[in-house]
């Protein structure tokens, strides 16, 4: 069944390109300073999640935790930096990143949690347009400035009998480095190298376009624009009103509703198996091909000292009293805000390195 997200706008997202979500609860029979603080840094696309964990851990918690959506780069630099005590990135770290974080975490090793997950939307702005369909292959050349029209004959082929009008297509891109643009450009490079050669990255390697900062930053930008086409997690597309088109991932053109990147979400696999850290297989999940599955999902990371890497104990024992409620009793919140909640299977493995914290 269909599910429209009904996206409860945070009052931060609207009036700055960094966001603060400030949790603040009290444990039953305990006070602020007894539940501990601990602070969170990177990934604007988690921030509608964040919002709707303060309601969660305000009922249940007992835990002081702000979290600044700031870019997933940000976040990873500050985690790793000691100023902050987890990242939020919309991807793994890369090899330098590890070694880096294992410094900063008394030579303990980092964990990745991937605590919220939520689909990429491709989403425009084509006046008279409500219905269209896209492809791995035409958006690679839409983004790199190859497929420069929206009545270009590659369009077409994938949307007969769609009034497809001759406007420029204006391609947008995140300027600031982004996790979001790192999976996009991963989806993009696993499915068709050809058409799409770069390396997948955090910071945009694409031929021309328009660039703008932050989730909110593209959002806005394609609301205002018209003929502009753009990647941005499921709750901006929907904040902002724009059109969402269906993609083919290969077996028909798929709608994006929570049960279809639900569908290829329990589909996911982890790169490494009975590990506790808990690096999603992306290249497998955004290849899958599985009739009403929606792959292109962001499975996006809480970055963490593993077992004995914070020299205060007291905040590995926040950080897993904070998940551990976000996990039992914020999952079901997700889906009004453009997320997918977690398959219980995907819960459980996650629960094994909440626990080991």
């Known amino acids: 069944m269909s599910v429209n997200p009904k996206l409860v706008r945070s009052a931060g997202a609207a009036a700055a390109t960094v966001v603060a979500a400030s949790l603040v609860l009290t444990a039953c029979g305990g006070s602020d300073s007894d539940a501990g603080s601990i602070t969170g840094e990177g990934s604007t696309a988690q921030q509608k999640a964040m919002t709707t964990f303060a309601d969660v851990l305000t009922d249940n918690g007992g835990v002081n935790l702000d979290y ?3 870019g997933s780069g940000a976040g990873v630099k500050k985690f790793i930096a000691g100023d902050v005590d987890f990242a939020g990135s919309d991807s793994a770290l890369k090899d330098d990143e590890i070694a880096e974080a294992k410094t900063r975490c008394g030579g303990k ?34 983004f790199d400035s190859k497929i420069t029209s929206w009545d270009d004959a590659a369009i077409k082929a994938l949307n007969p009998g769609v009034a497809l009008p001759a406007t420029k297509i204006i391609p947008v891109h995140r300027s600031d480095s982004s996790g979001t643009t790192d999976n996009f450009t991963k989806f993009l490079n696993a499915n068709v190298p050809a058409d799409w050669p770069y390396e997948p ?6 031929k021309g376009g328009s660039g703008a900062a932050k989730s909110t930053g593209v959002g806005d930008t394609v609301k205002k624009t018209e003929g502009s086409v753009t990647y941005v997690e499921w709750g901006f597309a929907q904040e902002n009103d724009l059109g969402i088109a269906k ?8 709608e994006l509703t929570a049960a279809t990147a639900g569908k290829a ?6 790169k490494t198996p009975g590990s506790k850290d808990l690096v999603v297989d ?15 999902v ?33 999952q079901d919140k997700l889906a009004d805000e453009g997320y997918v909640p977690l398959p219980a299977a995907f819960q459980t493995t996650l629960r094994g390195t909440i626990d080991a914290l």
Do not use: M, R
Request: aromatic letters at 10%; charged letters at 15%; one cysteine or more.
């Open 265 to 270: 979400l329990d589909l996911a696999k982890f």
């Open 109 to 142: 090793d980092a964990w990745h949690i991937p605590l919220v997950a939520g689909p990429v939307a491709v989403a425009f702005n084509v006046p008279g347009v409500d219905n269209l369909t896209l492809n791995a292959s035409t958006l690679a050349k839409i």
């Open 201 to 206: 990255s955090k910071e945009w390697a694409g």
């Open 298 to 330: 962001l499975t996006t990371y809480e970055i963490v000292c593993s077992t004995g890497g914070y020299s205060d104990s007291k905040v590995s024992e926040s950080l897993k009293t904070a998940f551990t409620t976000i996990l039992e009793k914020g």
């Open 282 to 296: 992306t290249t497998a999940l955004y290849k899958t091909q599985e009739a009403g599955a929606y792959p292109l």
């Open 247 to 254: 993609v083919d991932f290969g077996k028909g053109a798929t």
């Open 68 to 70: 600044t959506g700031s």
